[in-house]
Nanobody, 127 residues
């Protein structure tokens, strides 16, 4: 089973950028669909972005389209979430998640689709 570790979260000002990393170990990440989710205080975990095994398909929640970019480096066993023009409402714990699938093009925005989760990294955006 693959293990996931997120990093890159910190306190930033509104309008600034951050890049989150999701590093995998234990298995080769290129067999896995990967997604990013976030959980704000008092709210349920919510979908942010997902990327297919081959990196050819991506999908974002509407609130981050045009600001966030998900990408993957299968050789480096890492998935990234580039976050630009950050807003206070982006404040949350960000989690990456993965699931081994056959399709190289499928994506999913449903947390129940994923069976491996990282421990999360805190992103705080001040106004």
């Amino acid at each position: 089973q693959v293990q996931l570790v997120e990093s890159g979260g910190r306190l930033v000002q509104a309008g600034e950028s951050l890049r989150l990393s999701c590093a995998a170990s234990g298995r080769t990440l290129n067999s896995y669909l990967v997604g990013w989710f976030r959980q704000a205080p008092g709210k349920e975990r919510a979908f942010v972005a997902t990327i297919s095994r081959n990196g050819g398909n991506t999908y974002y929640v509407d609130s981050v389209k045009g600001r966030f970019t998900i990408s993957r480096d299968n050789a480096g066993n890492t998935v990234y979430l580039q976050m630009n023009s950050l807003k206070p409402e982006d404040t949350a714990v960000y989690y990456c998640a993965a699931v081994a699938i056959v399709s190289v093009e499928a994506v999913s925005d449903k947390p129940q689709s994923y069976d491996v989760w990282g421990q999360g990294t805190q992103v705080t955006v001040s106004s």
